[in-house]
């Protein structure tokens, strides 16, 4: 476990919450403005955050558009574009990017994020996925959504070039890679920042997705919701990292969780409630469908019991996530699309700096977590909120830094500079 947690700013356009767009205070144009998006990382800096982070989808999100217009998913730009300009604008905050090994090469790739690194001073990461939508697919000639065991394949063998390509060794000279899926030659004649490499960054929770991660990750990001869930990850991923030879604290764990926090526990509560009212019942419904990969819900009783799903080759770790839950609470269709709106099937906590802080406290000083990937609900008002209420609260217990530790991403999360 890391001497003090460690937190990412998982920045969306609006903010997490489904129907975040509505909130009377929200940039309708957040998605496509540079300045908003330039004014949450520096907010997140300003609270000594280790990262932001962004997601990425190749293809619109929602295949029926006027759902996608109800979402503010869909708008968004492509991220590690995005984060050179933030790269301009910021000083030390981290800077994590995510990109398919299912749609990308892995020299095309590599090249662009060891520019990243450079020209920010080392604060660059990669968020390697594995696309698990039909959309996406559909967008890059491929037929149909490759199977789940595949996918994780071909990215094992992308990551094991990437990290060949981001060696100080290889920097110049040749690789001479030839495998299943791919075929590199040369080096990528750019040289490494002060942090070596850029920071690599999972987020599969499948049992092939935490071996790859074990291997060759730096960061996972995971959603569990409850501290057994966590501490059972953690557990379990940290003991694969020592089986694949390296030392526990080469990966850092950081589950995400949603907050909402109030200076009361009813002004927070009364802030989830009133995001929670803006979501229309089709949204909510067609969210929760989206991420299970499944139409298994179209044309049930919203009130009625969550059916039994078939496994398929979506996001697979998630679809379980939301299953337990449902059973483990006795939520109807509507309940689960409704708590799944506001998080994704993320940890969600509502209440003061205290109370927020003490959840937080609890799951690191038991060893659940490394830190967490914080998802404010909609922004900036609760990202403001979670720097000027949470960080000094997380800081007052020895929880939190008070200055950043070094220049680069690796050195303010504890991570040596490859070898």
Partial sequence: MSA????????????????????PQAAADAGMNVDHMIALAQTAERGLFDLVFFEDAAGVREARVEIASQTARSLGFEPVSLLSAL???TRTIGLVATASSSY????????????????SGG???WN???SASEIEAANFGAQGLRAHRDRYARADEFAAVVARLWSPGNRSGTIDHVGESFSVRQGLGIPASPQGAPVLVQAGSSDVGRDLAARTADIVFVATQTFDAAKAFYDDVKARVVRAGRKPDQLKIMP?????????????????????????????????????STDALEGLPLDGPMPDLKANEGMQSRQQLVIDQSRREGLSIRQVAQHFAGARGHWRLIGTAADIADELEAWFVGAAC???NVMPAWFPGELDDFVDLVIPELQRRGLFRTRYEGGTLRANLGLEVPA
């Avoid at 937190?7 to 903010?15: E, H, R």
């Avoid at 892995?106 to 994020?113: E, I, N, S, V």
């Fill in 4 to 23: 003090t947690m460690k937190l990412g700013a998982f920045l969306m356009p609006t903010g997490h919450h489904v129907a975040a767009w509505r909130h």
């Fill in 87 to 89: 790269a301009a604008r």
């Fill in 104 to 119: 990308n090469e892995p020299y095309a790739l590599a090249r662009a994020f060891a520019t990243l690194d450079l020209v």
């Fill in 123 to 125: 604060r660059a990461g």
């Fill in 128 to 130: 390697l996925v594995t």
């Fill in 256 to 292: 995400g969780v949603s907050p909402v926090v109030g200076r009361t526990r009813d002004e927070a509560q009364s802030k989830f409630d009133a995001l929670q009212a803006l979501i229309p019942d089709e949204v909510g419904l067609a969210l929760l469908a989206s991420y299970l």
């Fill in 370 to 372: 490394d830190g967490f």
